[in-house]
């Protein structure tokens, strides 16, 4: 159920304690057996929050608030990679254009050179027949 949320194994095993909220909101779930994000999301997907003792309205404020920032930052650290490998694709895409035009006048320079040893292929076999008829 806390999948919802989108939260990496990892994150989700983050203690309570992690999670940056006040002493008393984490006394208060640390109070109701919550040791974890996993086990928080879990009871907000299930149950009332505000059902556990020490649990009150400010505290399940911080608490929403707190995994809404959660959400929002890991957004923006999406939206940050993302914009990263957009521009790390531009730079592959312009280094691909550079390096096949390199490879074009690569290639139009060998040609040059093959055009240039088949004219002195030609001219030695004639100096060479030249020679054997003498």
């Known amino acids: 159920m806390s999948n919802e949320y989108n939260f990496t194994k990892q994150e989700l095993a983050a203690p309570i304690s992690e999670l ?3 002493t008393r909101a984490t006394n208060a779930l640390a109070g109701a ?5 996993d086990d928080l999301l879990h009871v907000l997907t299930t149950r009332k929050l505000q059902d556990f003792r020490n649990i009150g309205k400010t505290s399940l404020e911080e608490i929403h608030i707190k995994i809404a920032e959660m959400q929002t930052s890991k957004y923006r650290d999406f939206k940050t990679a993302e914009t990263a490998i957009n521009n790390h694709k531009a730079e592959i895409k312009s280094k691909i254009e550079q390096y096949n035009k390199l490879i074009q006048e690569l290639t139009t320079e060998q040609e040059f050179y093959d055009k240039q040893m088949d004219t002195l292929r030609q001219n030695y076999a004639k100096q060479n027949k030249l020679s054997q008829a003498k």
């Open 33 to 37: 057996g919550i040791e974890t994000l």
């Open 20 to 22: 940056g909220l006040t």
